[in-house]
């Protein structure tokens, strides 16, 4: 025999209870069933040892300090520059846009930092490659002038720094080497 006392809900409590062993039941079922269908993921295989690289990251909070310590110095200078820091992915960590700083010294800062980190150089060591290959510059993501400096690890870049909106590509670099030199000490 059913309940037929109303809930609160205005529906009877036998259907309420009746409702809740169905719910119960089909979820039991698809949940039985889940695991041998032929579309079910398959149970995680471990990866042998010999299989795996390990590799350096830098923080985030290393990342903001050499970029903090670039735009300081920059600062010191007179000079508005955007700083960005990419981690050894080209995965943009930080950018800071310096008072003042011009609109395309933001995306000219990170395209700096990909370079450096991309390449493991200076970026005006590549951007001298440029006379012999200039399809090089048609590589997305990359800017080729001087300002982006890779911080490694173990010989292996793991970041990049790229300064841009200083009157040189000198001045630049040299901002972003100032961010770097932070993170050695």
């Known amino acids: 025999m059913v309940d037929s006392t109303v809930s609160r809900s205005g529906v009877p409590r036998g259907v309420q209870a009746a409702l809740a062993v169905i719910g119960a039941g089909v979820v039991g ?11 079910a993921a398959p149970a995680p295989v471990a990866a042998r040892s010999a299989d795996l690289t ?5 923080t985030l909070a290393a990342a903001e300090q050499a970029a903090r310590a670039a735009l300081d110095v920059a600062a010191k200078d007179g000079r508005q520059v955007s700083v960005a820091v990419v981690d050894r992915d080209g995965n943009t960590l930080v950018t800071l846009r310096g ?34 290959a200039p399809a090089l510059k048609d590589i997305p993501g990359t ?23 200083a009157p040189s590509g000198d001045l630049d670099e040299r901002y972003a080497q100032a961010g770097a030199a932070v993170l050695g000490r």
Not at 143 to 148: E, H, P, R, T
């Open 143 to 165: 800017l080729f002038l001087a300002g982006g400096i890779p911080v490694t690890a173990k010989g292996a870049p793991v970041a990049g720094i790229g300064v841009a909106g």
């Open 29 to 39: 079922t698809v949940a039985a069933g889940a695991a041998d269908s032929p579309g």
């Open 99 to 132: 008072d003042g700083a011009g609109p395309q010294s933001y995306e000219s800062a990170e395209r700096k930092a990909f370079t450096a980190v991309s390449w493991n150089a200076p970026t005006s060591e590549p951007a001298e490659r440029l006379e012999q």
């Open 54 to 58: 390990q590799s350096t990251h830098l």
